[in-house]
């Protein structure tokens, strides 16, 4: 890894200047936008996907709602142990940032001291991403889509190689995927026992405990109702 960060002629740091070289020929309003929106934006809008998601799954409901839900808590957590997983690996592997390395990036952020490998942003954003996937595929496409352009973004600012951010893709995938079945074992009897109390029957399904039963026992009555038509018409 080492020689990557210190070879000019390799794939990965051609493409670290050809994608660092936009943010010399951008505007600089262009270059604070991107700034902000690589640092901060693209984890909140993941934030904001999984909780639009969540919403979706309550308001929708069915009988697997518990499950959902349960998938769309997995995607918070599923990113902060990617981030504890590459806690070792930063020591391990010690790639100092491209900056360090390499004269004449255009560095968008300043007071990155710690390693690069691998990029912290683009785990967390595909961990989410992944792990949404598993709840909804359309806003998990959503979400992986907003970690592909946190990895475009941390390379256009100067702070990661292609590879830290590829990495990053690749850790955080594994994490969310390996675990997701353990994740939902545990989450899923959680999170319907939350449900059968007042504020939590409201978080998983939009209504309170009382109101949540009363649609249950309903459905109940018509079951044992067609039940007893089917006895009566055999």
């Known amino acids: 890894m080492a020689g990557l960060a210190e070879s000019g002629s390799n794939p990965d740091v051609d493409l670290l200047y050809d994608i660092n070289g936009l943010a010399k020929d951008a505007p600089h309003w262009f270059d604070r936008a991107m700034e902000y929106v690589g640092e901060y934006g693209l984890l909140l809008a ?8 969540w919403w979706s799954v309550r308001r929708r409901g069915g009988e697997d709602v518990a ?14 142990i990617a981030v504890l997983v590459n806690v070792p690996i930063r020591g391990f592997v010690e790639r ?3 900056f360090r390395d390499h004269q004449g990036l255009d560095v968008l952020v300043s007071g990155k001291t ?20 598993v709840a909804n595929r359309r806003f998990g496409l959503a979400g992986i889509g907003i970690a592909l352009l946190e990895g475009f973004c ?3 600012m100067g702070v ?8 990053g893709f690749a850790l ?10 353990l994740a939902m074992a545990v989450l899923t009897p959680v999170v ?43």
């Open 96 to 98: 100092p940032r491209p």
């Open 67 to 80: 499950g959902s839900v349960a998938a769309l808590v997995w995607a918070p957590l599923a990113a902060g």
């Open 172 to 181: 955080g995938t594994a994490v969310a995927l390996l675990l997701s079945p």
């Open 114 to 133: 710690d390693f690069s490998f691998v990029s912290d942003h683009a785990t967390i954003t595909m961990a989410m991403g992944a792990a949404l996937f």
């Open 46 to 53: 993941s934030v904001l996907l999984v909780v639009w998601c």
């Open 160 to 167: 990661h190689y292609p590879t830290d951010v590829v990495g």
């Open 154 to 156: 941390r390379v256009y």
């Open 192 to 234: 319907r026992a939350v449900e059968g109390t007042s504020w939590g029957a409201w978080l998983v399904r939009g209504r309170s405990a009382r109101g949540a039963g009363a649609v249950v026992a309903e459905a109940r009555g018509e079951e044992r109702a067609s039940a007893e038509e089917r006895d009566l018409a055999a």
